[in-house]
């Protein structure tokens, strides 16, 4: 267990972080301090690269902050758990940041993309663990395992940002029967390419949200709304 991590440096890419044995790295903090957060990866370019697996520590109800400086990319590919009752993950950075998460993940509070214009590589069934899915302005999903993929947890989709959000499509992403919720105003999704599919019932958070859908890609909504 570590209170936190830190990738230092603009220059600090190309680091992978594994474990052999079955170990675990638990990460304490639950600052959202840039100075304290549980990781901070500060590289403008290139990837580094999580394979050991990940428990999100600091109890029941928290939730633990990892940043990515804008122009890199964080993979998270090692299985995310959480020690407590409920633990969130925010992944916050800024145009240009790029996550990859790709384990079998059982943490139970959901993802927030805490800043606009992150992209968030989907790229396994459990991906996104049992909680939401929350996104902010001009956030962007992508799938890029190379083959289609269906959410097996039926992860919420909350839209929050008053734009947008824009699905890139490098393969399809099906989010199971998940609910949808548009908060705050109408809601626009652009897909640019392949199949994005919605299964769960679209919300709002007042009466008269409506869902825009802009691009050349397909999406389906196969609830009855």
Not at 104 to 120: D, I, K, P
Not at 133 to 142: F, I, V
Not at 181 to 205: A, F, H, S, Y
């Amino acid at each position: 267990s570590i209170y936190r991590l830190n990738f230092a440096g603009t220059n600090a890419a190309g680091y992978v972080l594994s474990a052999s044995g079955g170990s675990t790295l638990t990460l304490l903090s639950t600052a959202s301090a840039s100075s304290t957060r549980a990781l901070s990866s500060e590289n403008t370019t290139g990837t580094n690269t999580i394979s050991a697996n990940l428990i999100l520590g600091g109890g029941a109800g928290v939730t633990n902050y990892f940043n990515q400086a804008a122009g890199g990319t964080l993979v998270l590919s090692g299985n995310i758990s959480n020690s407590g009752a409920v633990s969130a993950l925010s992944l916050g950075g800024g145009a240009g940041t790029f996550y990859t998460i790709s384990g079998n993940n059982t943490f139970s509070g959901g993802v927030v993309l805490a800043n606009s214009s992150v992209t968030l590589n989907i790229n396994s069934a459990t991906a996104l663990g049992v909680g939401a899915l929350s996104l902010n302005l001009g956030d962007t999903l992508d799938n890029t395992s190379g083959s289609a993929i269906t959410l097996i947890n039926n992860n919420g989709l909350n839209l929050n940002s008053s734009v947008m959000f824009i699905f890139t499509g490098t393969s399809d992403l099906n989010f199971g029967n998940g609910a949808v919720t548009l908060n705050g105003g109408d809601r626009t999704i652009r897909v640019n390419g392949g199949k994005l599919t919605l299964g769960g019932t679209l919300g709002e958070d007042a009466p008269g949200r409506g869902l825009i859908k802009d691009g050349i890609g397909v999406l389906v909504l196969s609830s009855s709304n």
